[in-house]
Structure formats: C-alpha cells, structure tokens
Nanobody, 125 residues
Framework: EVQLVESGGGLVQAGGSLRLSCTAS????????ITWFRQVPGKEREGVAC????????LYEDSVNGRFTIFRDDAKNTVYLQMNSLKPEDTAVYYC??????????????????WGQGTQVTVSS
C-alpha cells in the first residue's frame, strides 16, 4: 500500500524556519515527481515546490522562490521542504503529493495520485 506521511509543521514567528518531511512507503520517491502543495480555508490548493525524479530539476512558486528548498534523501525515502524567512502569508496546511505516472514537475492537482494527510504551518506576525 502506498502511503505518504508528513511531519514537521508547527507554529513559528515571522522570519523563522521550519523543515517539513514527507516519508513514503510502498514506492520509491526517486522514480516520480514529488510536489509540496499548501491550502488555506476557502482557497484552492496551490503548488509551492516540486522535485523531478530526473536531473534533480526543481520548480518553485514565485512567492516562495529563494526562501523554500525541496530536496530528497533517497536512503530515507523522504522528501523535505526547508522553509526559511517565513511570512504570515505562508500559513497553510501543507501536503506532499506524488505523481506516479510522470517524472516531470507540474502543478496540476488531478495529476497527483497519492497524497499525504497534511501538516499545519502557522506563521505569526
């Protein structure tokens, strides 16, 4: 059974940092595109960072580019999202997702067939 489990969320002051983890079981992260999405109540889920399985290609949403970094530890089958210089507008539930049909990065929600349960990130001003 494929399962994604996120951890690392919490409450942090503006300007602080958090590292989210997404650990997979049932498949190997290195074979597929992995994306971190986030969602706030009343808004659509949006992609913030993606890691392709080929060439280590990454894709970032404009508002997080330069502040967030997505990377993978193959030995732990875990993908991380390092979030620095956090802002109150980064407050959201963060989800990791895997597209087991493609290795390329994209933001299309329907293209991701496995999702984690989400972890809350709250940034206070």
């Amino acid at each position: 059974e494929v399962q994604l489990v996120e951890s690392g969320g919490g409450l942090v002051q503006a300007g602080g940092s958090l590292r989210l983890s997404c650990t997979a079981s049932g498949f190997t992260f290195g074979d597929y595109a992995i994306t971190w999405f986030r969602q706030v109540p009343g808004k659509e889920r949006e992609g913030v960072a993606c890691l392709s399985s080929v060439g280590g290609i990454t894709l970032y949403e404009d508002s997080v580019n330069g502040r967030f970094t997505i990377f993978r530890d193959d030995a732990k089958n875990t993908v991380y999202l390092q979030m620095n210089s956090l802002k109150p507008e980064d407050t959201a539930v963060y989800y990791c997702a895997a597209d087991t049909y493609d290795y390329k990065c994209h933001w299309m929600l329907d293209g991701y067939d496995h999702w984690g349960q989400g972890t809350q990130v709250t940034v206070s001003s």
